[in-house]
């Protein structure tokens, strides 16, 4: 079975503060694809990133970086010096063997951040 | 314009019902679905379809139908509203191919059943 936690249900820090959003994964599949996607308040839910199991490098994208490792079935997403339109509900999500009928995504609670001026 | 885009964004209604939202898709994806998102609940499946002959239930499909007109057009029914349907409703297309397993999602239906 597949399953996806994100511990931290809510999560505040002050402007420029790091913060590091976690994320644990279930799964025994070897092939499969993990995400983040963010939900401003606005609603919409956005595309973040995509990371497949068989590459573990990390990835940074201007003040975002996430940390995957396979040992610890975690896939961590890091935000430094945040900033107020940071502020946001994360989902991280997996997928595994996409191809296949049935296929789906599964994704974790989400994660609530709020980025104090 | 918006790859994926949801009519209405915010609808109201009453107990009993019926309720069709609409979803439609110009990033040429054969798969679509539904979700229904509820605070703390995160975002739970209530079908999918792989392609216009490919219905399939999701986590929550009881009180819902589904209907895939085109590749493009996946909608969504309420055939009697209830009040716990109230939520947040998201429709998604992804494209599996290629290695290019993502989700891309619509801006969402607010749905309100006084």
């Known amino acids: 079975a597949q399953k996806v936690t994100q511990a931290q249900t809510e999560i505040s820090v002050v402007e420029k503060e790091d913060v590091t959003l976690d994320c644990v994964y279930e799964t025994r599949d070897t092939t499969y694809y993990l995400f983040w996607y963010k939900q401003p308040p606005s609603g919409e839910l956005v595309f973040l990133i995509r990371r497949n199991s068989f590459d573990e490098q990390n990835e940074i994208s201007g003040r975002y970086s996430w940390n995957f490792q396979k040992s610890t079935s975690s896939f961590n997403f890091t935000i430094t010096a945040s900033q107020v339109v940071d502020s946001a509900v994360y989902f991280c999500?997996?997928?595994?063997?996409?191809?296949?009928?049935?296929?789906?995504?599964?994704f974790g609670t989400g994660t609530s951040l709020t980025v104090i001026p | 314009d918006a790859d994926v885009t949801q009519t209405p964004r915010n609808r109201i209604t009453k107990t009993g019902k019926r309720i069709m939202l609409e979803c439609s898709q110009t990033k040429g994806h054969d798969r679509m679905y539904w979700y229904r998102q509820d605070p703390g609940l995160g975002l739970r499946l209530i079908y999918y379809s792989f392609d216009v002959k490919d219905i399939n239930k999701g986590e929550i499909s009881d009180g819902y139908s589904v209907s895939r007109q085109a590749q493009a057009k996946f909608s969504l029914s309420l055939e009697s509203a209830i009040p716990n349907q109230t939520a947040l409703y998201f429709c998604?297309?992804?494209?599996?191919?290629?290695?290019?397993?993502?989700?891309?999602f619509g801006p969402g239906t607010r749905l309100t059943v006084l």
């Open positions: 999500a997996l997928s595994v063997r996409p191809l296949e009928p049935g296929n789906q995504f599964y």
């Open positions: 998604a297309t992804r494209g599996a191919a290629g290695g290019t397993d993502t989700q891309y």
